[in-house]
Each structure stands twice: as structure tokens, then as C-alpha cells.
């Protein structure tokens, strides 16, 4: 058969030989199925973002480009963090058509500044999403909140509907406390659901009454948490329904001032950071509706502390990543009736796995744990056992694995995969990845900033 044959009804195309059938397949999809892929395809979150995948996609064939121009979706996010970046920032915004806005104003060459970029971006204000702004000196902070305010103020309609707003400090940047007002007003105005404050701590801050997400990470030295601050901030949150400490050192000798309750939280992450500060949280923290904990830090120092915080919120907890299971977190599990999704987040799977599979061999009254997902550094082949031995114990439906190494030859790992197929749906069975996501990296490296550098050894994290 030389030429493609269409069948009339049911729409089936047979490719003859010599013709490569996956590039046929992406060059015969609709438009609107390939745009859609187009979409979902990761460019990078925040900094990390890069402007020239959807530039990439759109240069492959004729086709393809005619699809990523008419797809909007895909130049959404508009970036102001490699120079000269503004003929592209105009470009992505011609081709994103009406779709709503990520803005991510990075400060990072001397070619152009911030008020240049705010020039090409504020115009499209009412229909952001999503706000990043890289804050690298006290007095360029202000002028672009107050170039940004100053706009909402004289055209209230170009206001936009944000959902996220995302504060980045640079090493140095400490907020002076005549800045606070102008950070106040800045949050009333926008109104975000999520705020994250990554490298910078926005001082007495209170945050909109309408706020759900509350995000701190990578605060140390000047920028570390101050606990009565917090304190008050945590207070004014009735509707906070997730709250991130990660990378967060404790300011001062001060405490949480009694109970802090949280009535609308699920969501809580503590990873790293001060170990005093994490006694205090879970100490003071009351949150009757918690359905998800992830915990990344030396359990041992805070064990009665997270003990007695778990005997409080046992009943509603659903789903606990932890880095480690030790001698004493072992014992966690009877007191998380309701625990669904167990995941470990550590360096190593092995041991932890060991741990667990021998305590449900010991025939206790446990968790029947339905979701097991890893997201390590190394996965061994004692891992694999004893997933295998926890497998014939709990009513597992859902399995998911990802690390940085690999434990054995390719195939050996795939007929390990194909193994666990047999009896529970393995949603990932990726060895040798890159399992870190940008904000657990804090920040990594980017360009003339090594952002990384402000944080030091994970080891200066416990005090």
C-alpha cells in the first residue's frame, strides 16, 4: 500500500511502511487536542521559568507553529528575568491572546529595570493570576508597589482578580518597618488567596482576611521568623487552609503566645528549618479539620512535642508524608486511624520501608493504608522487598515511585514495575529523575544569583 488510506466511517489512517508513525500521529492530531498537550507541557515555576519552550514547540514543523500561536494558554506567562527580556515579555503577550497572566518580575540585568517591565506589564493588570515580584533593594521594593498601586488606584477596573501573590527577597533585603503600611496596602488591594514570602519576611504583616495559602520559605539570619509575629499573623488567618514553613529559622527567644487555631486548615508543611520553631507549632497550632501532613525534619528533637500534636489531629489526618520512619515514628501509626496516604520524602527508602513492613508483620491493629507514594533520593533493592511484604498486608490501590537512582539493570527495574501492575495501579515508576522541586531547592542557582548561598548546610537549620 503506497498512499494513506482514510476509512469513511470510522475515521482509522494506515500509515504504510518507512513512514515514522509517532511524528505522523503528533502532526495528524486535532488542533485542539495537540494545543491542549501543548498546555500541560512544564515550562519551570516561578524563576525558573523558561521563555523559550513555547518558542521551541512553536519551530518544529508548520503545523505545530500554527497551533502554538493559536494557543494562548501556552505564552501566559510572562517573564521579566533574562535580559534583554522585554521584546519577548511583548511578544508572549500578543500571542496570549484574553487568557489570564502568571507575571514574573525578576530583577536580573542592568540593561533594563523593573519600572521599564512594569511599562509593558501593567497595562494588562486585569487579567493577572499570578504575581512574582523580586524584590532585591528596600527603595526599588517600594517604587514598583507604589507604581503598581498607584495604577489600581487610578483605574480601579485594571485591579486584577489575583490568586497568587509571591514575594522574592534577595540576601540582603530586609523590610524596613516604614515599608510595612506600603506592603499592607499592597496585599488589601490585590486581595490574593495565596501569598508566599520566599527569602524575606514581610515583618508585622497582617494578611488579607480573605487569604487560604500562606507560604514561608528559605528565611534565615535577617530574614528569620520572629514567633510573636508569626503569632499574630497566624491569628488574623481564620480562613487559612494551607501553611508552608520551609527552610524557616526562628528570630529571638520568643514563643507562640497560647493556642493558635486554625479552623479551616487541611494542609500543613514543616520541613527543615528550626527545630524550636516546629516545637512551638506543634504545640500551639489547633486545627480540627487537618487532612495532610509533611514533615521533613529530625523527628527526634520535637518526638513528645509531634506526639502529643498528633494525638490532638489523629482522627482527621488522611495523608502523612514524613522524610524518615525511625524507632519513634513507628509508632505514629496507631495513633492515625484514619491515614489513607502514607509517602516518604527522605534521602533513602530502604530503611524506612524496613521499618514499616516489619511493624505490620507484627500483626497490630494499624492504618489500612491505600496509597503509598516515594519521592526519594535512593531507591534499593531493600525497598523494592519490602514494598512487596507491606503490598501483602494493606488494600493497596495506588502505588507511586520516583528517586534519584535507579537499584539495578533497566529491565530488572521494569519487571519490578510490571510485578507490582499485577495487583495495584502504579501511578510512577521513575528511577533516576530529578525529584526536587524548585521552592524544596530552595531557590537552586539562577543565572548571576545563587540563591542557595543564603541558606547555608542543612545542619545550621536545628537549633
Known amino acids: 500500500m503506497e498512499d494513506i488510506v482514510e476509512h469513511p466511517e470510522c475515521e482509522i489512517t494506515l500509515v504504510p511502511p518507512g ?17 491542549h498537550i501543548f498546555s500541560l507541557i512544564p515550562a ?33 506567562t510572562i517573564t521579566f528575568s533574562r535580559g534583554p527580556p522585554c521584546g519577548i515579555a511583548e511578544i508572549f503577550l500578543s500571542r496570549s491572546k484574553n487568557c489570564p497572566l502568571n507575571m514574573i518580575l525578576c530583577r536580573n540585568r542592568a540593561e533594563w529595570s523593573m519600572a521599564q517591565a512594569l511599562e509593558i ?15 532585591t533593594f528596600p527603595t ?12 489600581f488606584e487610578s483605574e480601579p477596573m485594571a485591579a486584577p482578580p489575583l490568586r497568587d501573590l509571591t514575594f522574592v527577597g534577595a540576601k540582603t533585603l530586609v523590610i524596613d518597618p516604614s515599608s510595612t503600611a506600603l506592603f499592607q496596602s499592597f496585599v488589601d488591594k490585590l ?17 488579607h482576611e480573605h487569604l487560604t495559602h500562606l507560604w514561608f520559605q528559605c528565611l534565615a539570619d535577617k530574614t528569620a521568623v520572629h514567633p510573636e509575629k508569626l503569632d499574630s499573623m497566624l ?24 493556642q493558635v487555631v486554625l479552623p479551616a486548615l487541611k494542609n500543613l508543611t514543616v520541613y527543615c528549618g528550626s527545630a524550636t520553631l516546629a516545637k512551638d507549632i506543634f504545640t500551639s497550632l489547633h486545627a480540627p479539620l487537618l487532612h495532610t501532613l509533611k514533615l521533613r525534619i529530625q523527628s527526634h528533637q520535637i518526638k513528645s512535642n509531634l506526639r502529643t500534636f498528633l494525638l490532638r489531629h489523629g482522627p482527621s489526618i488522611r ?32 530503611p524506612s520501608l524496613q521499618r514499616v513492613a516489619s511493624y505490620y508483620a507484627q500483626g497490630a491493629v494499624l492504618p489500612q493504608i491505600s496509597t503509598i507514594e516515594i519521592n526519594v533520593g535512593a531507591f534499593d533493592l531493600d525497598a523494592v522487598q519490602s514494598l512487596n511484604d ?51 531547592r530552595c531557590f537552586g542557582s539562577s543565572d548571576s544569583r545563587d540563591h542557595a548561598s543564603m541558606f547555608g548546610s542543612g545542619s545550621e537549620w536545628l537549633d
Request: aromatic share 8%; net charge positive.
Open 44 to 76: 519551570g515555576e516561578s524563576w525558573t521559568y523558561n521563555p523559550l519552550i513555547p518558542i521551541h514547540l512553536s519551530s518544529v514543523c508548520r503545523y505545530w507553529r500554527e497551533v502554538a500561536l493559536g494557543t494562548g494558554v501556552l505564552w501566559s
Open 390 to 440: 507491606i503490598s501483602t498486608r494493606l488494600p493497596l490501590r495506588t502505588l507511586s515511585v520516583r528517586a534519584r537512582t535507579g537499584y539495578a539493570e533497566e529491565q530488572v527495574q521494569e519487571n519490578d514495575r510490571k510485578q507490582f501492575c499485577g495487583f495495584v495501579k502504579v501511578v510512577a515508576w521513575d528511577l533516576g529523575c530529578e525529584i526536587d522541586s524548585v521552592r524544596t
Open 319 to 350: 495523608v502523612l508524608k514524613i522524610n524518615r520512619i525511625c524507632s519513634h515514628t513507628i509508632n505514629f501509626f496507631e495513633i492515625l486511624p484514619s491515614l489513607e496516604v502514607f509517602g516518604l520524602i527522605g534521602s533513602c527508602a530502604g
Open 121 to 135: 506589564a501593567l497595562p494588562t493588570s486585569s487579567r493577572w493570576e499570578s504575581l512574582l515580584l523580586e524584590l
Open 191 to 207: 486581595k490574593p488567596r495565596s501569598v508566599s514570602f520566599l527569602g524575606l519576611w514581610p515583618g508585622a504583616l497582617v494578611p
Open 235 to 258: 491569628h488574623a488567618c481564620t480562613g487559612l487552609e494551607t501553611l508552608v514553613l520551609s527552610h524557616v529559622r526562628r528570630a529571638g527567644q520568643g514563643r507562640l503566645r497560647g
Open 140 to 151: 526599588e521594593a517600594n517604587d514598583i508597589m507604589s507604581l503598581i498601586l498607584n495604577r
Open 19 to 35: 513512514i515514522n508513525t509517532s511524528i505522523y500521529a503528533e502532526r495528524s492530531l486535532p488542533p485542539e487536542i495537540l494545543g
